[in-house]
C-alpha cells in the first residue's frame, strides 16, 4: 500500500505515543508494521533525497498534535501523548485530522494566525494556510513546487539552446566543459574546442588544469524528435581509434537511440553518451545559462540551543 498522508497518520502516531515516549524512528517502525508497509515504501524518499517520506510525514503530525496539546516532548527528540491525547483516544475516535485537531483551542489558535494574513476580499485562503490545509507535509509540497520549477527550466534551456547558432552551441560546450573543470583555462579549451580538423571529432579539451590527458567531443545539436543513432557514435569511436584516444564525450540536445546507448557499452574506450536531458541537468547544476532568480533558507529549530546541561 502506498504511505498514508500525515493525516491519516495522526491517530496511530497518537497510539504509539500513547505506550511511552518514543521518536519518530521508533513510531516509524512500529507505525510499518501496523500498516504492512513493504521495506521499499519504508525507505522511500522524498523529492530532495534528505529523509524519508514516512518520517517526514510522522513528524509534521506529530508537530501538528503538539499544536493542538495532544503531544508533548519531553526531552530533544522524544515525544509522548498528553493527558490531553490520552482523553481523546479514550473516546475511540475513527480518525484524527485537522478538523478534528481544530476542536482543541490551541490549534485553532495557531490556525488562525494564517487566516489574519489573508488578503482583503480574497475568496482563496492564504498561502500559509493552503500549506496547512493540504494532505502534503511542507517539504512535500516544497520539493514538487522545486520539481516542476526545474523541470518547465530545463525544457526552457533546451529551446533555448535549440533557436541559438551551432557556433554558440560550441561555446555552450566550453562554458560547461570548463564549469565542470574541464579544459585547464577558459581560454585554452576554448581554442582547442572546435579546431580539431578530424571529421568526426568536433574538439579536444584537456582533461585536467596539466593537460595529462585529453577528451575528445563531439556536439550535435538535434531536434528532439530527431535521435542519434549508433552509425553516428559508431563513426566518433572510429576516430577516437584514429587518433589514438581512449576518452570521448558525446553531445546532443535530443536523445541516443537505444543501439547506440548499448554499443558503447561493449567497447574498450571510455564514451559518455549525454543527450538532451542530462545537458540540461548539467548546464542547471553548474550554473551556466542560468542563474539564481531567489534564494529560500529553510530553518528549524536548533534542539541543541534549548538543550540545558
Known sequence: MAIPDYQTLMLPVLRAAADGETRVPDAANRIAKELGLSEAECEEMLPSGRQRLLHNRIHWAKFYMGKAGLIDSP???RFVASKTGRALLARNP????LGVLKTFPSFDQYYAQYERHAPINSKEEPEASVLVASEA???????????????ALKADLLQRVL?????FFEQLIVELLVAMGYGGTHDRAALNLGKSGDGGVDGVIDEDRLGLDRIYVQAKRYAPHVSVGRPEVQGFVGSLVGLGATKGVFVTTSTFSGHATEYVRHIPQRVILIDGERLAELLVEHGVGVRVSRTIAVKRVDEDFFAEE
Not at 475513527?94 to 485530522?97: F, R, V
Not at 507535509?137 to 520539493?143: A, G, L, M, R, V
Not at 533557436?163 to 557556433?167: F, I, K, L, R
Open 163 to 167: 533557436g541559438q547558432s551551432p557556433a
Open 94 to 97: 475513527s480518525i484524527i485530522n
Open 137 to 151: 507535509t511542507p517539504e512535500e509540497q516544497i520539493d514538487v513546487a522545486y520539481s516542476a520549477i526545474h523541470a
Open 75 to 77: 526531552s530533544r527528540g
